[in-house]
T-cell receptor, first 118, second 116 residues
Framework: EAGVAQSPRYKIIEKRQSVAFWCNPI?????LYWYQQILGQGPKLLIQ????????DSQLPKDRFSAERLKGVDSTLKIQPAKLEDSAVYLC????????????????FGPGTRLTVL | AQKITQTQPGMFVQEKEAVTLDCTYD???????LFWYKQPSSGEMIFLIY??????QNATEGRYSLNFQKARKSANLVISASQLGDSAMYFC?????????????FGKGTHLIIQP
């Protein structure tokens, strides 16, 4: 079974530029998450989708970050304009509901996109 | 609000020894789930083990076990017979149970280095 796919793997931009990240979850996973992991810290949830609806975006800086999940499969996270403090790894994860699979509802993570803002 | 505390920024352990990674948590929820993830230098997060707040027995998965002490709000990860490949960052995380919003709250992690 293919894992969570993310692209690009690396991105370097100047501050005030815009950037977009793409995520393709594991087939059949209805729930998709975006996390931000700043160097030396644990991941921090930015947004959670259930199918194509937003469940939780309470920690998303909405003045500059946006995300969408059209058709309930792929998702795109955008930053516009980027700031220096946005330098981080952006992780996408997906999960089954807890009734299926192991019942744990564990999240499966992609390899991440490392963003450097200069 | 939920909070995860991992007090060991780094640990050095001899190969084949057992190692305990500490995790304490704070939550007002009655129902919650606790996870441990491994993050090698390549960056991907790998699920290791899960403990539900109502589970009566400590979780085990191969060489991994979770020492769950609910009254103390601790969920320590125990790795038995450590191997060189266990060198990585380890993160403890909590998920709220119930309701649709179930994103994870992570601790700052412990950098484990296994020495030959």
């Amino acid at each position: 079974e293919a894992g969570v796919a993310q692209s690009p793997r690396y991105k370097i931009i100047e501050k005030r530029q815009s950037v977009a990240f793409w995520c393709n979850p594991i087939s059949g996973h209805a729930t998709l998450y975006w996390y931000q992991q700043i160097l030396g810290q644990g991941p921090k949830l930015l947004i959670q989708f259930q199918n194509n609806g937003v469940v939780d975006d309470s920690q998303l800086p909405k003045d500059r970050f946006s995300a969408e999940r059209l058709k309930g499969v792929d998702s795109t996270l955008k930053i516009q304009p980027a700031k220096l403090e946005d330098s981080a790894v952006y992780l996408c994860a997906s999960s089954l509901d807890r009734v299926s699979g192991t019942g744990y509802g564990e999240q499966f993570f992609g390899p991440g996109t490392r963003l450097t803002v200069l | 609000a939920q909070k995860i505390t991992q007090t060991q920024p780094g640990m050095f352990v001899q190969e084949k020894e057992a190692v305990t990674l500490d995790c304490t948590y704070d939550t007002s929820d009655q129902s919650y789930g606790l996870f441990w993830y491994k993050q090698p230098s390549s960056g991907e997060m790998i699920f290791l083990i899960y403990q539900g707040s109502y589970d009566e027995q400590n979780a085990t998965e191969g060489r991994y076990s979770l020492n769950f002490q609910k009254a103390r709000k601790s969920a320590n990860l125990v790795i038995s017979a450590s191997q060189l490949g266990d060198s990585a960052m380890y993160f403890c995380a909590m998920r709220r149970s119930g309701g649709g919003a179930d994103g994870l709250t992570f601790g700052k992690g412990t950098h484990l280095i296994i020495q030959p």
